[in-house]
């Protein structure tokens, strides 16, 4: 077994933690105060090469894979779960039209995706909720040589920063009665709504889309009719939790290093609270729990790149495990604090809040462990 990273995945680490530092940190301030994604990012994430991290080169992606992604995801998280949780995002529709899309599809749109010229989006989410796929409302209707999309979706990462979102819909009924499709901004019928105002995760957009007997061609229909229940799944279990706990992977991170710098600054008793044992305790619980993420975290990515089929499985432990911890590793630095980490100029309360909102992104801890214990038991 060996722990070491191979040169490429280790390139992208340095790249992402100096992009993180230089051009992410200096933004944090501004995107906690408006709630709002700062666009200029996109093409400079673009630019390091953070948005084609999962795309082959051909479509101007550098192929690195799913460590390299789990690496940077932490790296930018640890500075910005937002920005991570955005880029996570993002990382997903490509995934996904690399797995269903056809091939005047991937032309189309990887290219795009990587060049940076807008931010990735999967919308399955609805107001009847996001645990249950098959209760979603939103209809698309065949109609002349086309769709006729109605309804609407909530909660969408990067609603406002997409140029083609990938948009899930009933075709039918039961688990072949969905498929996706790519619907290009602008078209008519198409309305993005409102951007969510939120507890954590401030900098990330998070929105509603409504359709409106929205008129989508037929050549965007991803994969075949029928198969969008799948495509959302695959994408969700394979992209999308892997991601959300390597953004988890950040904070845990961010957590243990506000930890340790309170804890030896802060002096009590004229000593640094770093000697009372209680403080000891929870900078040894930070530790363990941010070491058994990253070791969950690496592992299933390190599967995935080599298509093993136990691959999901461990992601979905990665995901549950990390942004559980997360919430905990945060609670603790905070606790560390005192009064001083429920004062905003304090990086940890942000970091508990960031952390509480990767439990539901990407799928519930329940939902999780429903799927965990299938895998068990079945
Ligand atoms: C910041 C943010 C970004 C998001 N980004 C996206 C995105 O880009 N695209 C997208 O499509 N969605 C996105 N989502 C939606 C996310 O996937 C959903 O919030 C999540 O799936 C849960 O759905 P829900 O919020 O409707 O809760 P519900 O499904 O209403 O669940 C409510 C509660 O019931 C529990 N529950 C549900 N079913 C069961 C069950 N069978 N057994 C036990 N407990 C159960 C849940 O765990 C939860 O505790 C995002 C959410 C957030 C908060």
Known sequence: MDFEFASPVKIVQRTARDFARQAVAPLVPGMEETGKFPRPLIRQMAEVGLLGLVTPKKYGGSELGYLARTVALAEISKVSAAVGMSL?????????LLDWASKEQKDEYLPRLCRGEYLGTVAVTEPTGGSDLLGMATTARPERGGYLLNGSKCFITNAHLSGAPMIVAKTGEGSRGLSAFIVEKGAPGFVPGRNEHKMGMRGADTGELFFKNCRDPASGLMGDEGEGMKAA???????GRPGMAAVALGILEASYD?????????????????NLQAIQWHVADIMVDLEATRLLCYRASWLKDRGRPDAATAMTMAKVYATE???????????????CGTMMEYAVQRLWRDAMVCVSAGGTTE????VLSRAALN
């Open 367 to 370: 939902i999780g462990k429903i």
């Open 258 to 274: 506000e930890a340790l710098k309170f804890s030896k600054s802060r002096t009590l008793y004229g000593k640094p609270i770093a």
């Open 233 to 239: 799944l695959k994408t969700i279990s394979e992209v």
């Open 325 to 339: 911890a997360a919430c905990r590793a945060s609670r603790k630095a905070l606790e560390v604090h005192g009064g």
């Open 88 to 96: 996570q995002v993002h990382h997903m529709q490509a995934a996904a």
